[in-house]
């Protein structure tokens, strides 16, 4: 009895089976996070630029949309901002940039003056005595995770961009 049990302990055939099914799971693990990370700085690229073009377009309105340096709260330059920044066309037809990027309210349009020496009060903003009208677009959009749709992490984490450009009308 002693020489068939020494001769399974020397057996070394399965051991390559064994040292798989305790590798794979790591390796698995490694692949779907190389998956998620490249993900989500892809739709951190998305959002960012969403956020840029949006303010460019924004920036670009008539100065007559920008009343004492507000915007209109529901006007059609915040409309069409918002959906610029969410479908890339101010009529907010097609698809949305980003899955996750379900309602044009996850995007904010702010304006603000600013006096200071970036932009000042002269030239195309003489007529401006606050100093130039300054946009600003932000948006947080939800990104649903891979790992939470498994239920092995946080369901959704938050994308958040802001981008700003100084009104030059048109």
């Known amino acids: 009895m002693t020489g068939k049990l020494s001769s399974v302990l020397r057996d070394r055939s399965g051991s390559a089976a064994v040292v798989m099914a305790l590798v794979t799971p790591l390796l698995l693990l490694l692949m779907f996070s190389t998956f998620e990370l490249g993900y989500f700085f892809l739709s951190e690229h ?5 956020v840029r073009d949006a303010a460019r377009y924004a920036a670009r309105l008539p100065y007559a ?5 507000a915007v209109p709260a529901g006007g059609v330059a915040e409309q069409q901002t918002q959906r610029i920044a969410r479908f890339g066309d101010p009529s907010g037809t097609g698809t949305a940039r980003l899955a996750g990027w379900t309602s044009d309210a996850d995007t904010t349009v702010t304006i603000s003056c600013d006096n200071s020496s970036s932009y000042g009060t002269g030239g195309i903003y003489s007529d401006f005595p606050n100093g130039a009208p300054v946009i600003t677009v ?6 649903n995770t ?11 984490l938050n994308l ?3 981008s700003q450009a100084a009104v030059i009308g048109a």
């Not at 998305?46 to 969403?50: G, L, M």
């Not at 949309?65 to 340096?69: H, L």
């Not at 891979?146 to 959704?156: K, N, V, Y």
């Open 46 to 50: 998305v959002v960012d630029k969403a």
């Open 65 to 69: 949309d920008y009343p004492s340096c």
């Open 138 to 143: 932000s948006a947080t959009v939800p990104y």
């Open 146 to 156: 891979m790992f939470g749709r498994m239920g092995l992490g946080p369901a959704t």
């Open 160 to 162: 958040n961009a802001r």
